[in-house]
Structure formats: C-alpha cells, structure tokens
C-alpha cells in the first residue's frame, strides 16, 4: 500500500530529475559553443565577488563609524551628567531611603537641566539616566537604584566597581521587543563611597541608518551588476560579432563559394583581421584555380595524348601481327624479337585503355551502370580471366565462395575488373603460393578479400600501394606484365560504389587486399563482413632484450713485454686437416 502511493512522487521526483538533468546539458552545450555567454558570465562572477566585497567594508566602515561618534558623545554626555550631579550626592547619608531619595533628586536635575531625552547639544541623543549603589541593599531585599538597572550588564557593574568608567553595548527585552542599548557607566563620588551613574541609549536610530545603508548597498549592488551585464553583452557583441562572421564566411568559403569575403570597417584589429582573412582567402582561390587548371590541362594531355596514339598503334598493331603470323619463318633470334614486339604491343595497348580510364575518373565523367548481379559470378569470371597468369606461374587460386547468391547493386564491368587486378597483383606477388579470394555478404554490405603469402608489405607501404605507378620494389620485374595503374583504377571504382578498397601487409605473412561495397547503391557502408587482418596470424613473439657484451679491457704493454716469437711449423694434425 505504501509503495503504490510513493509510486506518483517517484515518477515526479525522475520526471524532475531527468528535466534538470536536460536542462544542464543544454547550459553546458550553450556555454561550450558560446564565447559571449561565457565572457558576460565571467564578468557578472567576478563583478559580484567585487561588489560584495565592497558593499561588505563600506558597511562595516560606515556601522564603525556610526557607533564610534555615538560612543564619544554618550561619554559626553556621561561626564556632563556625572558633573552635574556631583553636588547633590557629596553630603550623602548612609541611610537607604536617603540614598534612594538623593538618586531620584539627581535623576530629576539630569532630567531638567536639559541632559536627558532633549538633549541634543551634546549629539548623544536620548538617554535614560540610572544610578545605582554597588553596596547597599533596602528593606525589600533588593540593591538601592533608581532607574531601569536591571538592563545593566553585569561585565560593565563589575568594571565600575573597579573604579573605572567604560560602557557596553548589549541587547534587552522590552515588552516582548528586542532593543539594542549602549550603556556609558561613570563611577560618581559620595561622602559615604563612590555610586554608580549609568546612562542607556537606545541604538534604534543607528540601526535603522544602518537597515538604510545595507538596503542601498544591495539595491546599488544589483543595479551595478545589471548595468555591468548589459555592458559586457555589449562589448563583447561588438567583439564576437565580427568573429562569428568570418566563421561563416569561412565555412561558406570552405563549402566552395571562393568569392565569399569579409567586411572591413574601419582600421582597427577586426579590420586587419579581415584584411588577412581577405588576402588569404584571394591567395587560396589564386591557387586552387590554377590547380584545377593544371589538372585540367593534364587530363587533357593524357586524354589526348591516349587517343592520338590509338592510330599509330593500330598501325603498328596490324604489322606486328602480320610478323608474328609469318615468325615460324624467321631466323630464331628475330621470331623471338617478333614475339617480344606482339607482347609489349598488348602491354602499351593496355596502359593507353588505363590511361583512358584514369582520365576519364579524374574529369568525374563515369557514371555507374547499377544492377542487380550475384557477385559470386564475377568472382568465377575474374578467376578465369587470370588463370593462364597462374598457371605461368604456378599459383594455384583458392575460391571461398557461400552456396547461397550474394546479390548487389553494383555495374558488373567495374567489379571484376576489381577483382581480376586484385588476383593479378596477388599472382604477381605471390611468390608461387596459393592465392586466396574470399566473399561474404552481411545483408548490407558485400566485401571480397584477395589474400598471397609472398614477400608482405613494409610498414606504412600500405597506404603508397594504390599510388599511380608505385612499386613496392622497384627492381622486381612484374610477371604479369602490369601498366602501374591496376589499384589506382580499383580504388576510384570503389569510390563510385561507395564503399572501400583497403591493403594490409606484413613483411613474411603476406598481402591482403579487401574490397568493400553496399549491398544497395546508395548506401552507406558502416562495417565490412570480413577482417582485414587475417585471423590466422601466429601470435607476436615477445621482444627479448639483446645480452650485453662483456666489456674488453684494453691492455697496454710496455716495450720489455713485446718480443718477438717465431713461428712454429704445421705438424701433426694440423698436416692431417690440410
């Protein structure tokens, strides 16, 4: 019963906490992106430690002050009061109603003379006179005094009783009300011994001057928070403004609008800032026009280059094969020259095609021709279309295809090509071991991993392997008879794709090329199904730190100790070994 009625306060107090919690993350997001919020807040923290310590001295220098002129003219007025009732009380009879009659003779004379509560001459203010005998006692019991002496703190009693004046400020009830006194005592001498004149003055008017201070203290305090606020916002607007300006201008100029420009007004910092900005800004644009420039004449060289070779090539294409038809004819040493000719024919005839195709990617003309394709077909027609490679050079191909169809988006005629140079470069660096390809599919994303067991790759060549025309060796003759620009070409394929074409290698573990594409043209690839890393590498042996060598002594021998010794002659076993 109990749990179903806190039930509602606990989904309140969560509801609470989870808005509170919401509410943070938004000031703390606001105050991470906003410089103008993070300079006012500043200000007003420290502005408010400021104000808080001054209004704190200046009240307590004007309450000091206060009290401190009321306490010189209370004592004033004590020693005013005590002269004046000097006379009455020097023939002053031992007797308690005598004394007590005496006492209020000389309360009225204070009272009369013009020192009691209208005495303003004095600037003390309205008092209440009390006199008081330390030692005498009436008939009821209690100490002779006239006057409130009950209000008279006991520390102040006990200082006269010393014989020495002094005054105390302390708190009374009156009626139900709580009252502040400064009470000024003056020890006034008898014929019989020495009485005690007090004088109570109500701090009331000084409290309320002081309520008065602290009230415009804090109404000024805040008010001079508010106006700093409103200044720093201010100054602050004028300084982020400008800075939030050019970070626009600056995103919109990295987005591709090269004429974007800042404003320059006026010739102070934010001015210079602009100009520099500005004449950055007209450097970059300078610069990126003649690279797309540079780029585009060298697109167009290659391009043209390519094309205007295609006769002469065909030209020479058309002799080369009426020798090769004819070379069963020729001298040995020339039907091999004719061979030789066909096969680096069909090599520049291929490095014209990839230059084609480079051009042609580079000007961002290809467009993909998407279809629904098992790519376990490709794999199959990739493989066939490198196997007379293989088997020149006696590498066998492992294919780890799934039963089932692996289906995608894809234009066919981009992927195997792909693939086949991605076997071709295995072959060729394979050293003659087995070469793996491996496809698998996750429902979204299709990858194919082409791994050899040669020589691997040294660290950091994995990134320079899709470079135009880079060779990890370059004294290492191609077997496969490549133009240099196979991966460069596969990997801007896979870019078409959307997806990726990435190398790992490892110096004596290999090389491994993996191929990732979307399963839908599209799509955005976030994993690939397969490691790039092969799973199957021994585990890193642990580093064993080099032994030191023992340290040799060098001996120097005088000249007594040098003496020469003649060789003995070989005999013996030393006969029998030669």
Sequence with gaps: MTSRLLEPVVRQARRAAEHARRRATAFGELWRRSLQLRVVVSTLALSSAVVFVLGMVLQVQITGQLLETKTEAAIRQAEASASAIQPDLSGLNPGPDSVRARFTSALNKINTSGSGSDATTSGAGAFEPVLYDPVGVGSDGRPIAVGNWQDVPDGLVKMLERGSAGYQITTVDRAGTRTTLLVVGKPVNSSARAMHLYLLFPLTSEQATAEVVQSTLVVGGLVLLLLLAVIANLVTRQVVRPVRQAAEIAERFADGSLDER????????????????????????????????????????????????????????????????????????????????????????????????????????????AELVDVRVLARRAHDSVRGIANSAGTSIVMDLPA???????????????????????????????????????????????????????????????????????????????????????????????????????????????????????????????????????????????????????????????????????????????
């Design 262 to 369: 800042m404003p320059v007004v006026g010739e102070d910092d934010v001015a210079r800032l602009a100009e520099s900005y500005n004449e950055m800004a007209a450097s970059i644009q300078r610069q990126i026009h003649q690279l797309e420039e540079f780029g585009q004449l060298q697109r167009r060289f290659t391009s043209d280059v390519s094309h205007e070779l295609r006769t002469p090539l065909t030209t020479v294409r058309m002799a080369a094969d009426v020798l090769h038809a004819s070379r069963e004819q020729f001298p040995p040493g020339l039907s091999r020259s004719t061979e030789l000719l066909v096969d680096e024919l069909d090599r520049f005839e291929s490095l014209l095609g990839d230059l084609l195709e480079i051009s042609r990617l580079d000007a961002g003309v290809e467009e993909l021709a």
């Design 404 to 578: 089932e169809e692996v289906t995608a988006e894809l234009d066919s005629r981009r992927v195997e090509r792909i693939l086949r140079n991605l076997l071709a470069n295995a072959i060729d660096h394979g050293e003659g071991l087995p070469v793996e390809l491996t496809l698998r599919s996750s429902g979204s994303a299709v990858a194919v991993t082409v791994r050899d067991r040669g020589v691997g790759l040294r660290p950091g060549e994995a990134d320079l392997v899709f470079n135009r025309f880079w060779r990890a060796d370059p004294s290492r003759n191609r077997r496969t008879g490549g133009t240099g620009l196979g991966l460069s070409i596969s990997l801007e394929d896979a870019r078409l794709h959307g997806g990726w074409l990435e190398a790992w290698g490892e110096r004596g573990y290999g090389a491994v090329f993996r191929l990732t594409i979307p399963c839908r043209h599209g799509q955005e690839v976030d994993a690939s199904p397969l490691p790039l890393v092969p799973p199957d590498l021994p585990p890193a042996e642990p580093v064993v730190e080099a032994e030191e060598e023992p340290v040799v002594e060098e001996v120097e021998l005088s000249e007594e100790e040098l003496t020469w010794q003649p060789a003995e002659p070989v005999t013996g076993e030393r006969e029998e070994a030669r």
